[in-house]
């Protein structure tokens, strides 16, 4: 933020004034809310776009499974930090949705959940493999955690915030050390 503008850092870092959410950002944080507690067995369902988007989620209460890691990385010459809506340790026998396969045997697996108003702004194959956020947190969890392999698999499920919910995910394998060139 710091970067981006200086009094807008001041003022929600140092002054701590509160920035009103907008609307359709503070949908997309409740569909994010309402899929987490479902994941770590808080809720016995989901309805709606969390629906929708479940089925391209880990079960609830599988092992390896972490919601909301925060992570600070380096990239391109700045800093990012923000949160992995999901990290999946590679653990043998997890069980995910019905619309998507679990993770290639010994890789972890990083997904970033996006709401949208139409799913023609979802991330191809070929933009997964390059989004800058997805191979920040990639390395800088797979550094933080010492994980031995080179690749890793990241993806995007995005899910349509309006009914009836259309959602898709993309998952690609990607090598941490051509990410890490790209550092």
Known sequence: DFERCHRYWRWTTIEKIPVPQLPLAAEGGRIH???ERWIRGQSA??????????????????PGVELERWIRASWAGGQLRGKID???????????GTLIRPPKKGL??????????DLR???????????RQLLAYALSWSREIG????LIEVGQVCVERDP?????S??????LERAARRE
Request: aromatic share 6%; net charge negative; glycine share 8%.
């Open 86 to 96: 999901l990290l999946a340790a590679p653990v043998e026998g997890q069980k995910w």
């Open 33 to 35: 809310l309402e899929l």
């Open 45 to 62: 369902s989901v309805a709606g776009a969390a629906a929708k988007a479940s089925a391209h989620y880990p079960l609830p209460g599988q």
């Open 121 to 131: 702004w979802a991330k191809s194959a070929e933009e997964v493999d390059q989004e």
């Open 147 to 150: 994980y031995q392999g080179d």
């Open 108 to 117: 972890a697996r990083i997904l970033d959940l996006k709401t949208t108003g």
């Open 170 to 175: 993309v998952v690609r394998v990607v090598s």
């Open 164 to 168: 009836p919910h259309a959602a898709q």
